[in-house]
């Protein structure tokens, strides 16, 4: 299934957003992702977030999702604490890119795949891929098995084939606005 997206609201100066940077946060979105694959994990008794800050767009969802848990102006930027385990859940699941996962240590179950492999294309930006995803090589060597990745479309990404942010560094934008799907 084929989605189409319109991008989210800019933050105001006030909220807290993806792109506030700093140790132990998410970069500035104009910086290339330049980090190892599993960078931290946040962990209480009931779950482990983990982050992947190499995957990660900044998309923002987490903080805008819950920003007492998610807020990068904070050191460390992820707050196990400060949510419920059911709503620390819900945020993560929103990350499109697979940045985040959780780990569930209460007997709740872990995150599921979605029934229906859906791709939603993101205006000037990558393609959400959802589902239980093999993303293989074009050799067809396995590269990643996850639920959610963000898949470049502008083919600058050094990360190929995941998005890296270089459609945002670089001023990417679609060929031709009145022809997008």
Known sequence: MLRREDP??????????????????????????????????????????QWYAGRCIHSGNCVRALQAV????????????AASTADI?????????GALHFTRH????NEQPDEQVTITLMPDGPLYVRGDLEIRTV??????????AALCRCGRAHAMPFCDNRCRTTGWRESDKNDRL
């Not at 960078?39 to 779950?47: C, G, L, M, Q």
């Not at 859940?89 to 890119?97: L, M």
């Open 139 to 148: 050799d067809g060597t396995p590269i990643r098995r996850d639920v959610r």
């Open 8 to 49: 989210e609201p800019e933050p105001t100066d006030r909220e807290p957003n993806a792109s506030a940077g700093g140790a132990g946060a998410p970069p500035d979105p104009a910086a290339p992702n330049r980090a190892p694959d599993l960078t931290r994990e946040y962990a209480t008794n009931e779950v482990t977030i």
């Open 106 to 109: 209460d007997g709740a179950g």
């Open 89 to 97: 859940v819900s945020a993560v699941v929103r990350c499109p890119s």
């Open 70 to 81: 998610f807020d990068p102006r904070r050191r460390p930027w992820v707050d196990p604490t």
